[in-house]
């Protein structure tokens, strides 16, 4: 889906810019061993990875691909599903209160079976997690007519 790759990806270039800079200095130093190419291999992925990640929608369910695991949800399983504000590693699980990061970036919930489950890889801006929203919802009613997006936000 457009714009559900944009937060990892920039999660990820942002800390590999630190990491980077930092590897950077310790290879001027000390030049290259085999912990150097590691860390740089390591950066690597994860950059890579951040470009697949993202929210996949098909005529037979929704994908969500996170940092790890790539879970797919066919549309009869899911019975509810919203856009809810962001709470994951970036600010302890939603502990700490920044209003800016919190009021601009928000995450995407899905209600499988019973369970409502929570997918912070998925963290986009509003207009993103709107597109989102609108997507499942036209997905949803086509699967079953009739059923409504629950929750608030």
Known sequence: MPGTRIGPIAIAL?????????LAVS??????????VG??????????RACTMGVLTS???ITVR???????????????YNTEPYSGTLNG????????????????TLRVDRRW???????CSRPTAKRIRDEVEGRLREHEPGRERIGGA
Request: no cysteine; proline share 3%.
């Open 59 to 61: 005529a037979r369910g």
């Open 27 to 36: 290879i001027v130093a000390f030049g290259w061993d085999a912990s150097h």
């Open 66 to 80: 996170s940092w790890l695991f790539t879970r797919t949800y066919l549309w009869d399983r899911v019975h509810g």
């Open 117 to 123: 489950r929570e997918f912070p890889s998925t963290i």
């Open 39 to 48: 860390i740089a291999v390591g950066l690597a992925l994860w950059v890579v």
């Open 93 to 108: 699980f939603g502990t700490s209160y920044d209003p800016v990061f919190r009021r601009r970036t928000r995450m995407l």
């Open 14 to 22: 942002s800390f590999v810019a630190v990491f980077g800079a930092g």
